[in-house]
C-alpha cells in the first residue's frame, strides 16, 4: 500500500492464503514498493522515497513482523529477493551518482550484517537463487538472467563465472548485446588472434540477425569484425567491414585504418 508524500503512513501485509489469515501487518512506512517471502514467513520489503530523493530501505521482517534487519540506501532498489530457509537475501540497486549506487549486496539475516557488497559481474539480474548446504550455509548466489543464463557467485562475493558469463554474452540473447560484448571482449584482449577468430564468427551470426534499423549496432559490428580480420591476416575482408561501417556511420573511428589498408593494396 503506498502512503501520501512524506508521510509514514504506508503498510505491507503478510497474508497466508492458505489459512486465509493476516500474520503480519507492518506500518509506518514510506512508500512500499515491493518485497520477497521465504518458506518460513521471514520476509524483506523495499521502502522507496518520493520524488526525485534516490533513497529506500530494504527491511526485513521476521513471520510475526518484528524486525531484523534494515539498510538505507541513497538510490533505488532495482530488485531482491530472499532465500527459501529465510536467512539470506540479496539486493540491486539502480544507477545513482553516490556510493550506493550499481550494488549488488548478500545479507545473512540471522547475523545481521552484509556478506558481501560489490558491483555486479553482469549488470542487473532478472532473477535470483541460493544454494545452501545441510547446514544451512550458502554454498553460492546465482544470479539469473533471462537471455543468457546463470551465474554464480561464492559467498564472499567472488564471481566463479567469467568465461561461462563472456561466452554467453557472446552467443546468446539479442544481436545488439553480443556484438556489444564482442566489442568489449576484443578490446579487452586486443592481440588474441584465437579470440578474434572467434569474434569474426560471433559477428557474422549477429549482423544477421540485426534488422534493417539498427544501422547503429551494425556500424559497430562492422569495425570490430574489420578489426578482428586484419589480427588474423585478412586485410581485404577487413577493408571491406570498415568501407560498410564508414558508409553506415562515418564517425565510426576506422577512416584512418581504411585509407592505410586501401593504400597497402596492391
Known amino acids: ?144 538472467h533471462n537471455d543468457i543464463g546463470r551465474f554464480n557467485y561464492s559467498p564472499e562475493g567472488e564471481f566463479l563465472e567469467a568465461a561461462a558469463y563472456q561466452n554467453a554474452r557472446l552467443k546468446k540473447g539479442a544481436p545488439e548485446m553480443r556484438i556489444y560484448a564482442a566489442k568489449e571482449a576484443q578490446k579487452a584482449d586486443p592481440e588474441n588472434h584465437q579470440l578474434a577468430q572467434e569474434l569474426i564468427a560471433v559477428l557474422d551470426a549477429a549482423l544477421g540477425e540485426l534488422t534493417i534499423d539498427r544501422t547503429d549496432y551494425r556500424a559497430i559490428g562492422l569495425r570490430v569484425k574489420g578489426e578482428a580480420m586484419e589480427l588474423t591476416g585478412r586485410p581485404g575482408d577487413a577493408l571491406a567491414a570498415y568501407a560498410e561501417a564508414v558508409k553506415l556511420n562515418p564517425k565510426i573511428g576506422v577512416a584512418k585504418r581504411l585509407a592505410a589498408l586501401k593504400k597497402g593494396m596492391p
Open 1 to 144: 500500500m503506498n502512503a501520501r508524500l512524506d508521510e509514514l503512513d504506508g503498510s505491507a501485509v503478510l497474508v497466508d492464503y492458505l489459512e486465509d489469515r493476516i500474520l503480519a501487518r507492518l506500518t509506518g512506512l514510506y512508500r512500499p514498493m515491493d518485497a520477497a517471502v521465504a518458506d518460513d514467513g521471514t520476509f524483506v520489503v523495499n521502502d522507496a522515497n518520493f520524488g526525485n530523493r534516490l533513497s529506500a530501505e530494504v527491511q526485513a521482517f521476521d513471520v510475526k513482523g518484528r524486525k531484523l534487519f534494515g539498510r538505507k540506501y541513497k538510490a533505488n532498489v532495482f530488485n531482491l529477493a530472499i532465500s527459501k530457509c529465510g536467512r539470506y537475501a540479496v539486493v540491486q540497486t539502480a544507477n545513482a551518482d553516490n556510493q550506493d549506487g550499481h550494488l549488488l549486496e548478500l545479507f545473512d539475516l540471522q547475523a545481521g550484517g552484509p556478506m558481501f557488497s560489490r558491483t555486479p559481474a553482469t549488470g542487473w539480474a532478472d532473477q535470483y537463487s541460493f544454494v545452501v548446504d545441510d547446514r544451512g550455509n550458502l554454498k553460492h548466489l546465482t544470479v539469473v
